[in-house]
């Protein structure tokens, strides 16, 4: 059973290993990822599901080229030609997560993905940021009933309004909305997550963030602003080359954001005032009122006499004669 709103409703952050095209065209691979994402300490594992023929044509009229950044000269249809995950390994995969108990998900990119994804149960679905203004999609994948996990990568509020009305149409009000920033790797400049805090006031939904940059410092941040999801991409290793591998955590640096992101959590806690539990040894160790010199009977206390200095357990030193 998916385990997403428990592991936040139990103050831990809900950690997404995204394989993307990081198998490389093995299914060996995508296995190997499986595992080496439990053993991170992922709470869940996602892939896509998609064929080159489902996201695009195969044309290469300029509109249809990729200019500048890692795919830089490729087609639309030959980028996504090369990092899909063929529909035959799926259920496998699923099926290894389940093995190893780690969740599992999938974004769906049209209705026979996600159609396929019903036949294999998929317990919850991620909508990409470059489908969050397709709210056919969306109403149609929000209707199955399971979570929605929306990027918000380039959406307008406005856009993202529309995308959570759109859930919310079809009955479907188990929504997170990951911030995101569609820059690959993702320049820190552009990532805004001030953002955050802001997306939790408007839309009274769970926030995360879908991170694309480079190192966990952003997840971190992202945390301390109100996030409970986390999503990477995640590889067996960048010499590994794909289509995304340039910008992916190996599995080492993806157990220490995981370890990272929930001390953070842990660290937010609840506003309080006044000692803690573990404060309370060195509570004694406060400055209290002493007298430090003899005194006779009937004299009064002054600053000659009597001094604010360690340890408590007297009066208070706002009692101290002025």
């Known amino acids: 059973m998916l385990s997403l709103f428990d592991t936040i409703n139990q103050g831990r952050i809900y950690t997404i290993a995204e394989m993307s095209a990081n198998h490389a065209g093995k299914l060996e691979n995508a296995l190997k990822i499986v ?3 439990k053993e991170a300490g992922a709470s869940c594992l996602k892939i896509q599901t998609y064929t080159a023929d489902t ?15 890692l795919w830089d000269g490729k087609s639309l ?11 035959e390994w799926q259920p496998r995969i699923k099926a290894e997560c389940e093995k190893v108990g780690l969740d599992f998900l999938s974004t769906p990119f049209d209705r026979t993905a996600v159609d396929f994804l019903e036949e294999m149960d998929c317990e919850a679905y991620k909508i990409a940021s470059f489908e969050i203004v397709d709210l056919p999609l969306i109403e149609y994948t929000a209707s199955k009933g399971k979570p929605m996990i929306l990027s918000c990568g380039m959406a307008s509020e406005e856009e993202i309004a529309d995308a959570v009305e759109a859930c919310r149409r079809k009955g479907n009000h188990d929504i997170v909305l990951l911030k995101c920033c569609s820059e690959y790797p993702a320049d820190p400049v552009y990532m805004n997550l001030s953002t955050i805090r802001d ?5 009274h939904v769970v926030i995360g963030l879908s991170d694309h940059s480079m190192g966990y ?34 599995p080492k640096e993806f157990g220490e954001m995981v370890k990272s992101v929930n001390e953070a959590a842990l660290m937010l806690g609840s506003i309080s005032y006044g000692p803690t539990e573990g404060e309370q040894e060195e509570y004694k ?30 009066l208070p030193p706002k009692e101290l004669p002025r």
């Open 285 to 314: 160790s406060r400055r209290s009122l002493f007298v430090v010199k003899a005194m006779k009977k009937d004299e009064i206390f002054t600053g000659e006499n009597v001094r604010s200095i360690r340890p408590g357990g007297g």
């Open 55 to 69: 996201l695009t044509i195969d044309c290469k009229s300029d509109c249809f080229m990729v200019h500048g950044g």
């Open 35 to 37: 595992h080496a994402a």
């Open 199 to 203: 997306m939790e006031k408007r839309f």
């Open 217 to 250: 410092l952003a997840d971190v941040t992202a945390v301390a602003q109100g996030a409970r999801v986390i999503e990477k991409h995640f590889c067996l290793s960048r010499d590994i080359e794909d289509a995304d591998s340039a910008f992916s955590m190996e």
């Open 77 to 87: 249809y030959e980028l996504y030609k090369e990092a899909y995950t063929p529909w």
